[in-house]
T-cell receptor, first 114, second 113 residues
Framework: NAGVMQNPRHLVRRRGQEARLRCSPMKGHSHVYWYRQLPEEGLKFMVYLQKENIIDESGMPKERFSAEFPKEGPSILRIQQVVRGDSAAYFC????????????FGPGTRLTVT | SQKIEQNSEALNIQEGKTATLTCNYTNYSPAYLQWYRQDPGRGPVFLLLIRENEKEKRKERLKVTFDTTLKQSLFHITASQPADSATYLCALGPGGSARQLTFGSGTQLTVLP
């Protein structure tokens, strides 16, 4: 039973480029969450999605960041025109319908902006 | 604003002893609390969830307590092993349909052989 999958594991982008981070939830999970972990800081919630719906994006920066979870395929976190401050580990989590409170995390994507 | 504090210092204990990690919070009324383990370069691994109406929960060598009056959770690892060395994260969960977890900064535990 595969866990949450994220790719790429490491991503290097120059300032001004776009970053696309992908997340495939665990089989049977319909809820997806994105969190960001800055160096020396705790995990911060960004967005909560279900298939084709953004449920809560209260933690998303207002500009340059967007997320989607289409009917088919992985969830995508997109960062446009990246800046150095976007360098962080981005984690995706998923949870089952049976207990949406239990969140299972992927290995993360480490984004470095040069 | 909401604040979560975990053991501020790294915690070193001898193998076989019980490790006790603390999570205190303010300005928050969580519906539940979770503990995760995180190893360097990896994602958090879910360990235990305890609801606001539960006082204690156990899973194998792990025990969690939750005191909503003190606004505190204690996380115990009994008969600790070097393989238990990791960073342990406390996360608070909201009530209702909201799902965002609020994480503490973690406690780094080292179990010495």
């Amino acid at each position: 039973n595969a866990g949450v999958m994220q790719n790429p594991r490491h991503l290097v982008r120059r300032r001004g480029q776009e970053a696309r981070l992908r997340c495939s939830p665990m089989k049977g999970h319909s809820h997806v969450y994105w969190y960001r972990q800055l160096p020396e800081e705790g995990l911060k919630f960004m967005v909560y999605l279900q298939k084709e719906n953004i449920i809560d994006e209260s933690g998303m920066p207002k500009e340059r960041f967007s997320a989607e979870f289409p009917k088919e395929g992985p969830s995508i976190l997109r960062i446009q025109q990246v800046v150095r401050g976007d360098s962080a580990a981005y984690f995706c989590a998923s949870s089952p319908r049976s207990d949406p409170r239990e969140q299972y995390f992927g290995p993360g994507t480490r984004l470095t902006v040069t | 604003s909401q604040k979560i504090e975990q053991n501020s210092e790294a915690l070193n204990i001898q193998e076989g002893k019980t490790a006790t990690l603390t999570c205190n919070y303010t300005n928050y009324s969580p519906a539940y609390l979770q503990w995760y383990r995180q190893d360097p370069g990896r994602g958090p691994v879910f360990l235990l969830l305890i609801r606001e109406n539960e006082k204690e929960k156990r899973k194998e060598r792990l025990k969690v307590t939750f005191d909503t009056t003190l606004k505190q959770s204690l996380f115990h690892i009994t008969a600790s092993q070097p393989a238990d060395s990791a960073t342990y994260l406390c996360a608070l969960g909201p009530g209702g349909s909201a799902r965002q977890l609020t994480f503490g900064s973690g406690t780094q535990l080292t179990v010495l052989p």
